[in-house]
């Protein structure tokens, strides 16, 4: 809900620093894998209990994860590398939910499984609506230049980063925040769901 208005005020300074590493010689694919290695870490960070870590961690991933479309579009897009972007945004945003599950599986483990499984659920109506919409050519920079098309919703990105966030600075409150969120994820997918309905169905 939030990425379409957050999109131009971030994506003038990340072109800039895009253009600037991409001329230092780094590959797009470079820095989504290093933005991957910092989400991994930050999961890491939270088994650890080590929270204020993970967050400084989590926020460095989603700047590489902005920063790689930044250099990709200085150095070129390729259609690997936004394949590249999206399976290590997933690995991401399953990493943080597993890390307070193995945190206290007893405590977590429900609305840890809940809240995976929401996101399981979202991702498949989000690429299965990328995948008609790549058939019917349709095009969208409503969440800036990607590989994919990119539907809106309840709950996009933004509001994901600042989901895990919370969790890292109130992980007492691990239950009820995974339980809500996931209820709204599945919201979003269901909202997709009848878009896709309105827009693919057979006349």
Known sequence: MLDRHIRPLIDPPLNRIGGQIARLGFSANAVTLAGLAFGIAAAVAIVAQAYVVAVLLIAASRLADGLDGAVARANGVSDFGGYLDIT?????????????VILDPAAHGVAGAFLLLSFYVNAGSFLGFSILAERRNMRTDSHGVKSLYFTGGLLEGTETIAFFIALCLLPGWFVPLAYAFATLCLVTAISRVLLAWKLFRPE
């Open 88 to 100: 290590c945004d997933y690995v991401f945003y399953a990493a943080i939910p597993l890390a307070f």
